[in-house]
């Protein structure tokens, strides 16, 4: 079974930067590059939704509301994934999960301030 280690959040400012790692185990490296790796986000009182998604081929996409801002990428050597998050808005604030072959991290809670 996968295990899933995200970090990296934390209280910011409006208009700043923050990058998320979730680190994985119970996985080898060539399938971690090749599955699916998610990135999730729940505010308080809203569902969880979709904020990126990387593939097998390295390709990429992204909810409207962070294209252009935020950037997933992922080290497979490492078995690391990241999500690059800048020009952070306060409606960015949520509990930030990643996801890999349906296993799910812990969370990392994102403050962004006005």
């Known amino acids: 079974q996968v295990q899933l280690v995200e970090s990296g959040g934390g209280l910011v400012q409006a208009g700043g930067s923050l990058r998320l790692s979730c680190a994985a185990s119970?996985?080898?490296?060539?399938?971690?590059?090749?599955?699916?790796m998610a990135w999730y986000r729940q505010a308080p009182g809203k569902q969880r939704e979709l904020v990126a998604q990387i593939n097998s081929g390295g390709s990429t996409n992204y909810a409207d509301f962070v294209k252009g801002r935020f950037t997933i990428s992922r080290d497979g050597a490492r078995k690391v994934g990241y999500l690059q998050m800048n020009d952070l808005k306060p409606e960015d604030t949520a509990v930030y999960y990643c996801q890999v072959s349906n296993s799910w991290g812990q969370g990392t809670q994102v403050t962004v301030s006005s």
């Open positions: 119970g996985i080898i490296s060539p399938i971690f590059n090749l599955v699916p």
